[in-house]
């Protein structure tokens, strides 16, 4: 399996088939919006609208399984992105990244690129994976890395 086989809601409950996104770089990202690390909606946005139309998608996946920071539900989700961050990358329904209830998904994405010392669970919100035109799972990046320290890995993958 690779990352276009799945599928998943969008924050207003539609299905949508990530195979939409074959041949495009994807960086799929859990996010929260009452995290220390909240602010990098604003990078992620700023990737998004940089390197978009040369084949970038960012995928935000709100996850309330860190401390609870992501309590509130879809609509407020969105309108809570969009008004802060100018957010309009592609958000879905908040879904557990770890544990029996996680998506399947990000099953794949831990699977294919652990954490350090081969860890596989996702350590706290805004863990990013970066996904190639072919949908293989390439690198995990932790929480800490600004999204803006990703730019060269990006420009790599779109140059191919």
Known sequence: MNTFDFSANALDGTLVDLSRYRGK???????????????????????????HERGLEVLGFPCNQFRQQEP?????????????????????????????????????????????????AVKWNFTKFLVGRDGRVLKRYAPTTKPEDITKDIEALLDT
């Open 72 to 120: 509130g539900g879809e609509a407020e989700i969105g309108a809570f992105c969009e008004k802060n961050f100018g957010v309009s990358f592609p958000l879905f329904a908040k879904i557990d990244v770890n544990g029996d209830d996680a998506h399947p998904l990000f099953r794949h994405l831990k699977r294919e690129a652990p954490g350090v010392l081969g860890t596989q």
């Open 25 to 51: 770089v994807l960086l799929i990202v859990n996010t929260a919006s009452q995290c220390g690390f909240t602010p990098q909606y604003k990078g992620l946005e700023q990737l998004y609208r940089d390197y």
